[in-house]
């Protein structure tokens, strides 16, 4: 089994900066893709954005030139950098990884999220 774990969320005025971070435990062969959706009051969780484990980026449109994901695969931990915060970008954010777990007598890949962290920007 493997776990998420993020942190870095609060309250930001506009315009304001924050550093989510996710950190990966547990019986870890490897990490592939690693990414963060959020999910506002009354709307579906939505992609912001993902990272690849060579280092490939891809962002929802809406966060394009604000947002930074990034990893550190020695510590099993993605960040996003989420600058110029606007109102809309307030909601509960989400990591999530695909991980190879390892069991006693194989390997396992499946996706796992993390608990959530809330993102509140004020204006």
């Known amino acids: 089994q493997a776990q998420l774990v993020e942190s870095g969320g609060g309250l930001v005025q506009l315009g304001g900066s924050l550093r989510l971070s996710c950190a990966a435990s547990?019986?870890?062969?490897?990490?592939?893709?690693m990414g963060w959706y959020r999910q506002a009051p009354g709307k579906e969780r939505e992609l912001v954005a993902t990272?690849?484990?060579?280092?490939?980026?891809n962002y929802a449109d809406s966060v394009k030139g604000r947002f930074t994901i990034s990893r550190d695969n020695d510590k099993n931990t993605v960040y996003l950098q989420m600058n110029s915060l606007q109102p809309e970008d307030t909601a509960v954010y989400y990591c999530?990884?695909?991980?190879?777990?390892?069991?006693?007598?194989?390997?396992?890949?499946?996706?796992?999220w993390g608990q959530g962290t809330q993102v509140t920007v004020s204006s």
């Open positions: 999530t990884a695909e991980i190879v777990v390892v069991s006693t007598t194989s390997l396992r890949v499946r996706d796992y």
């Open positions: 547990g019986n870890i062969f490897s990490i592939n893709a």
């Open positions: 990272i690849t484990v060579g280092g490939r980026t």
